[in-house]
């Protein structure tokens, strides 16, 4: 809304009541304005834009006012031509979802008259509403002016606007009327002027219905659902949190927030608002009305369900929508999905949507002394076998002793420490592949020197494996290493003496504290390598510096990068 006070050119001298001296307030709907030529005739055509507001009201201790700007002069032979132009009016104490009275000035008759609407329907926008009120409670000629009227000039008069305005090319009037406090109170419309600031009202002429009610909320919908999927044959507790805000600048009435019906795999359905007026009509659908949120307010309503689709059933968008009787409809969507990429576990329902429930090896615990069986709805249990010992990973020979899938210094069984390698180039023949080396290695064994390295002490070992297992898996004993510097150590076996089939290998401490690795072979590996999982291990004594990556194809060779 927005205060609009007019110049003298549209006000005219001063009456009772004084039209000229009011703040108008404007009580357009459409953010666009309103053009000429939509309605006929000219003189019930409500015309506007963003700076010429169509229709205008305000109030002050004596009189109701309205303001609507028409495209042509409605006046005719010292009364109006045969139009009607009216404002439906809702009270603060009538029920927010109708409208109560009609303040209208009838052309036909030259008379401003306030009428009941006693048999009154639930409003409904969509295009237009027409309810007509039944019961006439006062009229009095737009001319009447005298000892008997409560005004001194006329409540109804035309004037040209003054400002300029002509969307149909010729000069635009306003259509000024005016209904007395008084006549309100005393036919029980309203308690005081002061029951104004709290009701609605929708300008409406001959040629058109009421297209919303005014002063306006503004209302907004967002909605979060958690979580957003679920998956199949088992039950997923599903909370919607639904929040509708009113930025105003006026209270919203008769606030109707409501959603598409839900699949019948949601059930248990359960509903909390936090508006303690709030009336829920349906949970599925939802349907939940809120008698009045006044400006700057927010309801907030958590929709909880039991989720369980089966594994024919899809997952859907859920559409909400908030509106009031004076705030246009807004909307928010949002889709909860059906998971079927979930494997199958034990728990007496088939998971994966295969037609097979549960199976084999699905509560294997890695533990060789249990026995694991799938109880279905019952899950996994795990029996210990008597007398049965676990095997231990034994560190340096190269088998998976402890079937854990990790062999010698890959198992922190066997490392005190663990370090990050950090690979730079790596590259692996095929077995048979011509050239001097089949494996090369060089990684950042850690960014700094750990306390008490020192190959020349303990045995060094470069493990190399893939998905299948091992590829390398060779051992420097300590002896054969050579510190020839502070910072480098280095070994060398071109006959294939000591290493384990490498061919040559070096530490060197950069000047940044950087220790790299570097390894040769011509021998390994000796076996074709799967270029992905691809785990390379550098142990020093107690410390294990790894990474896992993934090796590409080059010419006869994997490589990294």
Not at 27 to 56: I, K, R
Not at 64 to 85: A, Q
Not at 323 to 328: E, G, H, I, K, Q
């Amino acid at each position: 809304m927005a205060l609009i006070v007019l110049g003298a050119s549209a006000a005219g001298a001063a009456g009772d009541p004084d039209f000229g001296a009011v703040g108008w307030v404007a009580l357009d709907c459409a953010p666009g304005g309103d053009p000429a030529g939509d309605e006929s005739p000219s003189s019930a055509d409500l015309v506007g834009d963003p700076s010429h507001p169509a229709t205008y009201y305000a109030y002050d201790a004596k009189y109701l006012y309205f303001r609507y700007r028409l495209d042509s002069d409605p006046t005719s032979k010292g009364g109006f031509v045969e139009n009607i132009w009216s404002a439906l009016m809702q009270v603060p104490s009538g029920n927010p979802k109708q409208y109560q009275y009609e303040i209208a000035v009838n052309g036909k008759s030259d008379a401003i008259e306030l009428w009941a609407n006693t048999s009154a329907r639930d409003l409904s926008f969509s295009p237009n509403f027409n309810d007509g009120a039944e019961v006439r409670l006062f009229a009095q000629g737009v001319n009447a002016a005298n000892g008997s009227t409560v005004n001194a000039t006329p409540l109804v008069r035309a004037v040209p606007t003054g400002d300029g305005s002509a969307f149909g090319g010729s000069p635009d009037y306003f259509l000024d009327f005016a209904m007395p406090i008084d006549v309100l109170v005393a036919n029980g419309v309203i308690a005081d002027a002061g029951d104004l600031a709290s009701s609605l009202f929708a300008p409406a002429t001959s040629s058109i219905g009421g297209a919303a009610f005014l002063p306006s909320g503004t209302l907004s919908i967002d909605a979060t659902l958690t979580p957003d999927s679920a998956a199949v044959n088992v039950t997923t507790p599903v909370v919607y949190s639904i929040t509708v805000h009113n930025a105003g600048p006026a209270p919203a009435k008769a606030v109707a927030i409501e959603g598409a019906a839900l699949p019948g795999y949601m059930a248990n359905a359960s509903l909390a608002v936090s508006s303690d007026d709030a009336i829920v009509e349906s949970m599925n659908p939802l349907r939940v009305t809120v008698p009045l949120m006044p400006a700057g307010s927010t309801v907030t309503i958590d929709f909880s369900a039991d989720a369980q689709p089966g594994c024919g059933d899809d997952g859907f968008t859920e559409s909400l929508t908030a509106s009031a009787a004076n705030a246009p409809p807004v909307t928010y969507s949002g889709t909860f999905g059906v998971d079927r990429a979930v494997r199958e576990t034990c728990d007496g329902v088939d998971n994966d949507c295969d037609g097979h429930v549960d199976g084999e090896g699905l509560c294997d615990d890695g533990d060789r002394c249990t026995v694991d069986t799938c109880r279905g709805t019952g899950g996994c249990a795990h029996e210990a076998i008597a007398n049965c010992r676990p095997p231990v990973e034994i560190c340096g020979d190269c088998i998976d002793n402890d079937g854990d899938g990790l062999v010698d210094w890959e198992d922190p069984d066997c490392c005190e420490q663990l370090l990050a390698l950090q690979p730079r180039r790596v590259m692996l023949k095929r077995p048979g592949a011509k050239g001097r080396n089949r494996m090369r290695v060089k990684a950042i064994y850690s960014q700094f020197a750990p306390a008490g390295f020192d190959p020349t002490r303990d045995d060094t070992s470069l493990q190399i494996s893939d998905g299948t297992g091992p590829v390398v898996c060779a051992t420097v004993p300590a002896g054969h290493w050579m510190q020839p510097t502070a910072r480098r150590f280095s070994f060398c076996d071109k006959d294939g003496a000591f290493a384990g089939g490498l061919r040559d290998g070096r530490f060197v401490k950069r000047h940044s504290g950087r220790l790299v690795f570097r390894a040769t072979s011509r021998k390994l590996p000796d076996q074709v390598v799967e270029g992905k999982n691809v785990r390379i291990t550098v142990r020093v004594g107690n410390q294990c510096s790894q990474s896992t990556m993934e090796l590409r194809a080059k010419k006869k060779a994997l490589v990294y990068p």
